[in-house]
């Protein structure tokens, strides 16, 4: 009964969303007020049924009911909890009734609570968010159903893919969903404003907070994910330009543009039509990251001519709502009011630089991840694009764009001379350059681009600290410590891939017991192995004992794990961190003789990278709380007069 | 009219800055795509030595051994057609083994070996290297 109702609330909640894209219709050819004051709370009540629903797939995957198709598949009944919990979205319909039911949730919480926009656009964007539900629950509902029964019924389930039984990867695609999905109401807000030709600071306001949340979980996300597999493959890597990776990215990039774009917008009133089109781009990533995820297209073309149906409803929807969207805005864009003018040496104009270069890279992104697809699809060749690619395009562009940001928040808004500018970034560059000397003199030398980053990094974060100079500290709004802090994360983040990939050591040895290898400031002495066994694996675990200088030795118990359902073998990576890095120990198979593989690395400051995103993460959210507290007290004010 | 020469002004900047970008893409693309061959294409039509491409196939029955260094292994990958030694010094991923797909990157020495850098990881169930779905694998498990 629990499928039954999960998916009764499911075919509900599709209802109820083509009802809203009906009034939502019947609001915007008249006034209809009637359908203006029922939009909210069908939008409200859709969201709650979704949840529902998902509740529902959930309750099953913790029973473990072996008479849903889907959990018989994905799920067993030896499996730790949070396993079974996590794996209601460790696979395809699970995870795409998640994206559904965030969708639908964040078309409720914008019918609760967003109160700046007019009631019309605000009508009309709930309107384009039910567009977008109507062609996903569709999917779901027809072509990926979750709650499919299996009869009879399975004894036992196929059990879920051992590398996704990790507490970190439980996490990481509810958050990166909620960044994907939440930069629909991004995109249905920009649909709302061009049908109401209603595009404005106003607007962009009301838009900027959803923009920021979505973007604080696709930061968390794609953070998140990086250290999964930095940690959890064992290949010691925390990029690999994988096009799943990629697929994250893109969002990202077009968001953090789409960002800075609102600000100016909000803020100065310009850049009006270029919004617009970046609120529809950062959708269209997100859709199609999910395309290429979800269709099957990834593994092959050929894969997904195959099994075509799924794969085909996703291109469709895709094809569907991003050309619609174009096709409005190429409608529309001649109606959108010019903004403000600004010169270009002015915050706007960095700002400008910012969105021309994250477009650059995201073309640069996404002509990568597609280019081996499409020569398959004409030639039949096929190809892979891999990091020396991404590496040598993105990363020089990566570069300029971050110098673009150490400057960018130095300018005056408007109009400002390049000679107080040049007076303003001395300071940065002056550390820039001491950061030069120090690395020439003191260490060995490195390749271009870590040097590059090194430099860049010292001087951005000495820029991204300058706004505050002289300031009031207690009276600086918090948004701008937000954009102190998420810039600050750039700068450590930067350095953390720099010093990763200049200062790396690594040691590959068939080590024998009693044997003593060093590695950075380690000495690790390999112990022997023995057997170990958890709830539904079996693994033979290395005893390294580790001692650094005149330090307490501690010990590392890396291990080949071997999981009989199904039947796989993982490495689990044993990893020490120290204030100034990491080591990183992995085990791999032993022969005859008693020697075992033992690959060890040395990673100084390798944690950077992921406290900067932190920081990123944690700066979006200080200016979150800082714009959303300022508006409020906009409002309470226009209240009161 | 200063409104207009500023947006004209912008537009070509933003049409220089994607050409740009456009132009860096191909000529990465050009330099840094990597082949996909699996061994029947190999022994076709050679692969010269040094030349980096991407191996795949699968690893064939028994004929994983490792090497005295006690570090690198040898294994043969094959298709239903051809066989083409590889050595490999490192850890192997995850889902290494004999009887299963395998994508490995590198070059051939000038013996006709096929010395890997990299041996790629499966990332999850799903996503398996591209290129090997439709390679016809003898005896593969899958199917």
Request: glycine letters at 10%.
């Amino acid at each position: 009964m629990i499928a039954e109702a999960g998916l009764a609330a499911l075919w509900l909640a599709a209802a109820l969303c083509g009802l809203q894209l009906v009034f939502g219709v019947m609001a915007l050819r008249s006034d209809g007020s009637g359908a203006v004051s029922a939009i909210r709370p069908v939008a409200i009540v859709q969201g709650l049924l979704t949840l529902f629903s998902f509740a529902m797939l959930v309750w099953l995957f913790l029973r473990t009911d072996l008479s849903v198709e889907l959990v018989a598949a994905n799920s067993h009944s030896a499996k730790p909890w949070l396993y079974k919990f996590s794996g209601t979205w460790g696979n395809h319909e699970g995870s795409m009734l998640l994206w559904v039911a965030i969708l639908a949730l964040s078309g409720s919480l914008v019918a609760m609570f967003e109160s700046r926009l007019k009631e019309r656009t605000l009508t009309a964007t709930l309107a384009a968010q039910a567009a977008i539900g109507i062609g996903f629950y569709a999917f779901l509902i027809f072509a990926s159903n979750p709650f499919a029964r299996l009869s009879p019924a399975a004894p036992e389930g196929r059990g879920l893919n051992p590398l996704l039984q990790d507490p970190g990867l439980a996490f990481h695609p509810p958050t990166l969903y909620v960044g994907y999905v939440g930069l629909s109401i991004a995109f249905s807000f920009a649909v709302g404003a061009l049908l109401t030709r209603d595009v404005g600071p106003t607007f962009a306001r009301a838009m900027r907070p959803w923009v920021l949340a979505s973007w604080i979980f696709l930061t968390i996300g794609i953070a998140a994910g990086s250290y999964w597999a930095y940690y959890e493959l064992g290949w010691g890597g925390w990029w690999f330009w994988d096009p799943v990776e990629n697929a994250s990215l893109m969002p990202w990039l077009a968001a953090t543009a789409l960002l800075h774009s609102v600000t100016v917008l909000a803020t100065r009133d310009a850049l009006r039509a270029w919004t617009i089109m970046l609120a529809v781009v950062a959708f269209s990533m997100s859709m199609l990251g999910t395309f290429l995820v979800r269709s099957g297209v990834l593994t092959s073309v050929h894969a997904f001519a195959v099994d075509p149906q799924r794969g085909t409803f996703i291109l469709g929807l895709l094809i569907l709502y991003i050309g619609g969207a174009l096709a409005l805005y190429a409608m529309r864009v001649g109606t959108v009011r010019e903004g403000s003018q600004f010169e270009f040496v002015s915050r706007e104009g960095a700002l400008v630089a910012n969105n021309l270069l994250l477009s650059a890279i995201l073309g640069i992104v996404l002509i990568g991840t597609l280019y081996p697809l499409g020569v398959e699809a004409v030639t039949g060749e096929q190809l892979s694009v891999g990091p020396p690619y991404f590496n040598a395009t993105a990363g020089p562009l990566a570069l300029l764009l971050v110098a673009a940001m150490a400057i960018g928040p130095l300018l005056r808004w408007r109009r400002d001379q390049w000679r107080n500018v040049m007076g303003r970034i001395s300071l940065p560059v002056l550390v820039a350059a001491l950061a030069l000397m120090g690395l020439v003199l003191l260490t060995s030398p490195i390749g271009i681009l870590p040097m590059l980053g090194l430099i860049l990094a010292a001087g951005v974060a000495a820029a991204s600290i300058a706004p505050l100079w002289k300031r009031n500290l207690r009276r600086t709004p918090m948004f701008v410590y937000g954009m102190v802090i998420a810039h600050l994360g750039i700068a450590v983040s930067m350095a953390g891939m720099a010093f990763e990939s200049a200062f790396s050591e690594e040691v590959l040895v068939a080590a024998s017991p009693g044997e003593t290898h060093e590695v950075g400031p380690y000495a690790v002495t390999f112990d022997g192995t023995r057997p170990v066994a958890g709830a539904n694996w079996t693994a033979v675990e290395g005893g390294l004992t580790v001692q650094r200088g005149e330090g307490e030795a501690f010990v590392l118990t890396p291990q080949s794990r071997m999981f009989s359902s199904p039947q796989t073998e993982t490495n689990e990576a044993a990893i020490r961190t120290a204030w100034n890095g990491q080591l990183y120990t992995v085990l791999g198979s032993s022969d005859g003789a008693g020697r075992s593989q033992l690959r060890l690395w040395w990673k100084p400051f390798v944690t950077l990278i992921w406290l900067g995103a932190l920081l990123i993460a944690l700066g979006g959210l200080l200016s979150l709380i800082g714009r959303v507290r300022r508006e409020r007290r906009t409002m309470e004010r226009e209240a009161w007069a | 009219m200063r409104a207009k020469h500023q947006r004209l002004t912008l537009a070509i900047i933003a049409i220089v800055a994607v050409v740009a970008a456009g132009f860096l893409a191909l000529f990465g693309l050009r330099d840094n795509a990597a082949l996909f061959r699996t061994p029947a294409e190999i022994s076709a039509e050679p692969v010269p030595a040094g030349q980096a491409f991407r191996l795949g196939g699968m690893v064939a029955q028994g004929s994983i051994e490792e090497l005295p260094d006690g570090v690198s292994i040898r294994f043969l990958v094959q298709d239903a057609e051809a066989q083409v030694p590889v050595v490999y010094a490192g850890i192997t991923p995850d889902l290494f083994a004999e009887n299963s797909g395998v994508v490995a990157e590198g070059a051939l020495d000038a013996n006709g070996v096929f010395v890997a850098d990299h041996i790629l990881a499966k990332h999850d169930e799903n996503y398996m290297p591209p290129e090997l779905a439709d390679v016809d694998l003898v005896g593969d498990p899958r199917q």
